[in-house]
């Protein structure tokens, strides 16, 4: 038996309202853009980052990162200190340069002294040095979402 169109737009407005009793706990949810070269390391940083609650969006590479953080906005930038086709200190020039972009907090994995030095405090931007941990790196997520110790 063929559904009539009113049985069919039915089922489209109890989608819609299925929709709308979701929407408001993932739109909750906080987005992360993570670029880093080495596959490990991103694998473990995201799943660090999903542990405190962060929808990912990875990426290998720091435009392909500051292309997604344009577009998305996310609430934290996670960037390898050694990026394959750009320096991370020029991916956070690019996004520092975004008005929209220059409050979200930036952690650069791996980072050495010498990348430290020229991190600039009032720029939300924090250096993870190696060896990195799953522990490390939700200890530095914590640091600027309390909540996120949780998993909230």
């Known amino acids: 038996m063929k559904a009539s169109p009113y049985d069919e737009n039915n089922a489209l407005r109890e989608d ?7 929407a408001p706990a993932a739109a909750k949810r ?3 853009v993570l670029a ?9 940083c995201a799943e660090a980052l999903e542990q405190a609650g962060f929808h990912v969006e990875a990426r290998d590479s720091g435009i392909e990162a500051v292309v997604a953080a344009r577009e998305l906005q996310p609430d934290l930038i996670v960037l390898g200190s050694q990026l394959r086709d750009v320096p991370a200190r020029e991916a956070i ?13 930036i952690l650069i994995l791996g980072a050495t002294p010498a990348d430290a030095i020229m991190i600039d405090a009032r720029q ?7 060896p990195i ?14 909540a996120a110790k949780d998993g909230a």
Not at 93 to 105: D, G, M, S, V, Y
Not at 124 to 130: G, K, W
Not at 138 to 145: G, L, M, N, V
């Open 133 to 146: 941990t799953t522990h490390k790196i939700q200890r530095a997520i914590a640091e600027y979402f309390p």
């Open 36 to 44: 880093e070269a080495d596959a490990g390391l991103r694998k473990q």
């Open 93 to 105: 020039e690019w996004l520092k340069a975004n008005a929209a972009l220059r409050a979200t907090p």
């Open 124 to 130: 939300s931007i924090d250096v993870l040095p190696r």
């Open 30 to 32: 906080r987005i992360s």
């Open 16 to 22: 819609a309202q299925n929709d709308d009793r979701v």
